[in-house]
């Protein structure tokens, strides 16, 4: 198998599994079995013919829509309450999601493997570049540090070769931009238009769903030159992919309440710990091939996000300080005026 087809494929499980690994509140133990499964299953070792699955983007396009229909079963069931929001904006923010998941695989498809590393390293820059100018969001120097630290590490452990093309560079550049606006907007629309995550995703997977099962085949097929309409579906395949389907509501789920309690940058260094762990599994369990690069790489990008994790938890505590004294001294000084008015009055 080609190593970009490789990719594709052992890029569907892990990154579905992505905020479970992290966030999943039944323990470690538990979130490292669900990644040596998820290995499994990428690596196709329990039958051969989900090894032939290489058809991410549609395999998405059914993620996607399982996810609404569950979720508009919960909402039946009462276990969440919609909210009317613009319908414009959820529309165009589904279609954006859509595409730019699109145009990751593409990008993935017109490059070598480490370009296409580089592109998902690019996007926690230009995420800080994009909030810092058009959200007046301030990064200080120290988590600027800690994130410069992380993906130089991530890049000595990933990265092995850089080969360019115009059509490639140009389709990455989008996926870079699609990304992260999109991941920005996820943000965003909770805070602003006060929704849920869950209100959210039930209202935008549709719209997402609807780009990559329109063109997710068209891309499937010009990068793995297979036809989703032709493929043979073996009870095992079926399998494979209700299971895939299953998994990925509770992570589409994750990941929208992830970027919305936090922020897409902390998404995104979750993502290249993501990597960290493929990576150290693919030696334990896969047997794949680990250089002293791949240990000096993953130990630089271990010690980034260890740094932007206590920064981030100690510019969090003296913001959470800050605003207890703000209200404090706001009620003081009320309390202050009101006695002033209190003796004028009596004089």
């Not at 296409?116 to 988590?143: C, D, G, R, W």
Request: proline residues 4%.
């Amino acid at each position: 198998m080609a190593p970009e087809r490789c990719l594709l494929r052992r890029q569907t499980w892990p990154d579905l599994l992505l905020t479970m690994k992290v966030f999943s509140p039944l323990g470690p133990p538990v979130v490292m079995l669900l990644l040596v499964f998820s290995q499994g299953v990428a690596q196709g070792l329990f039958s051969p013919p989900p090894r032939d699955l290489d058809l991410p983007t549609t395999l998405t396009s059914w993620h996607l829509m399982v996810t609404f229909c569950t979720l508009h079963l919960a909402q039946r069931l009462k276990f969440f309450e919609t909210k009317s929001v613009d319908m414009k904006t959820v529309v165009l923010f589904g279609i954006l999601n859509g595409v730019s998941f699109g145009l990751l695989n593409l990008s993935l498809g017109f490059n070598s493997i480490g370009f296409y590393q580089m592109t998902k390293l690019a996007i926690i820059p230009f995420t800080v570049l994009l909030e810092t100018l058009f959200l007046n969001k301030h990064f200080s120097p120290k988590i600027k540090f800690s994130l410069f630290v992380l993906l130089v590490g991530v890049g000595i452990a990933s990265i092995t070769d850089l080969q360019l093309n115009l059509v490639g560079t140009v389709l990455s550049a989008l996926a870079i931009v699609t990304t992260c606006v999109g991941q920005i907007l996820t943000n965003t629309i909770q805070k602003r238009l006060n929704v849920s995550s869950t209100q959210l995703l039930y209202q935008s997977a549709p719209f997402q769903a609807t780009v990559l099962f329109v063109f997710g085949p068209l891309v499937d097929k010009f990068l793995t030159k297979k036809n989703v309409f032709a493929y043979t579906y073996s009870s095992i395949v079926v399998g494979f992919i209700i299971l895939s389907c299953l998994i990925a509501v509770s992570v589409n789920f994750s990941t929208f309440l992830v970027i919305g309690k936090t922020s897409p940058v902390t998404y995104q260094v979750l993502g290249h710990l993501k990597t960290c762990l493929v990576l150290g599994f693919g030696y334990t369990l896969l047997h794949d091939p680990f250089t002293e690069r791949n240990i000096i790489g993953i130990s630089i990008a271990v010690m980034g996000m260890g740094l932007y994790s206590y920064f981030c938890s100690k510019e969090s505590k003296k913001k959470n300080s800050a605003e207890i004294l703000n209200g404090f001294s706001a009620k003081y000084i009320d309390t202050i005026r009101f006695k002033n008015r209190i003796s004028v009055r009596k004089q």
